[in-house]
T-cell receptor, first 116, second 110 residues
Framework: GAVVSQHPSWVICKSGTSVKIECRSLDFQATTMFWYRQFPKQSLMLMATSNEGSKATYEQGVEKDKFLINHASLTLSTLTVTSAHPEDSSFYIC????????????FGAGTRLSVL | EDQVTQSPEALRLQEGESSSLNCSYTVSGLRGLFWYRQDPGKGPEFLFTLYSAGEEKEKERLKATLTKKESFLHITAPKPEDSATYLCAVQANSGYALNFGKGTSLLVTP
């Protein structure tokens, strides 16, 4: 299967600071990437769709000014959690699909964010 | 609104004891139904995609089936290494994002 790399795997930060998470497609070009969030014992919830060369599309209830997404190239999307607070502590996971078949989504290993 | 419901929430099996996991779904125009395996602290690992009712796919001890309302993941003679959370997700014709169920946590004991 396709390979999606996510970095870092774990980050601890102080409240009020910003954290950047990278998602790379290693062996294919990804015009679209997805960002999900997963709380303990819960399933993955879609946060936003990252589109190469254009603005991201955010799901209802997700603050676009808090979760900044940049998809500047066909292999890299970044999610920046700005002014992080303890309630932002979660497991963040990205996915992308090789084209074709674009619909099969491959996931990164995830980033565990802990905000103190 | 698309909905995915998985049952049971948790399942404990003895090694070799076959069973099935259920995924009930409603979606406006199904592009595909997906099964993933997720180990603790890891991202989901792709297992199967099913596209139409009646379709079946197999991989080692796993077999996935699909009807118009639900999908089953059958596990035959499971081993301890099959212990994980199994996630079901639907993809609508309107896009490529996935709508996930809450998963079934499977524990296989020796």
């Amino acid at each position: 299967g396709a390979v999606v790399s996510q970095h870092p795997s774990w980050v601890i930060c102080k409240s009020g600071t910003s954290v950047k998470i990278e998602c790379r497609s290693l062996d294919f070009q990804a015009t679209t990437m997805f960002w999900y969030r997963q709380f303990p014992k819960q399933s993955l919830m879609l946060m936003a769709t990252s589109n190469e060369g254009s603005k991201a599309t955010y799901e209802q209830g997700v603050e676009k000014d808090k979760f900044l997404i940049n998809h500047a190239s066909l292999t890299l999307s970044t999610l920046t959690v700005t002014s992080a607070h303890p309630e932002d502590s979660s497991f963040y996971i990205c996915s992308s699909g090789r084209d074709p078949p674009k619909n099969i989504q491959y996931f990164g290993a995830g980033t565990r964010l802990s905000v103190l | 609104e698309d909905q995915v419901t998985q049952s049971p929430e948790a399942l404990r099996l003895q090694e070799g004891e076959s069973s099935s996991l259920n995924c009930s779904y409603t979606v406006s125009g199904l592009r595909g139904l997906f099964w993933y395996r997720q180990d603790p602290g890891k991202g989901p690992e792709f297992l199967f995609t099913l596209y139409s009712a009646g379709e079946e796919k197999e991989k080692e001890r796993l077999k996935a089936t699909l009807t118009k309302k639900e999908s089953f993941l059958h596990i035959t003679a499971p081993k301890p290494e099959d212990s994980a959370t199994y996630l079901c997700a639907v993809q609508a014709n309107s896009g490529y994002a996935l709508n996930f169920g809450k998963g079934t946590s499977l524990l296989v004991t020796p």
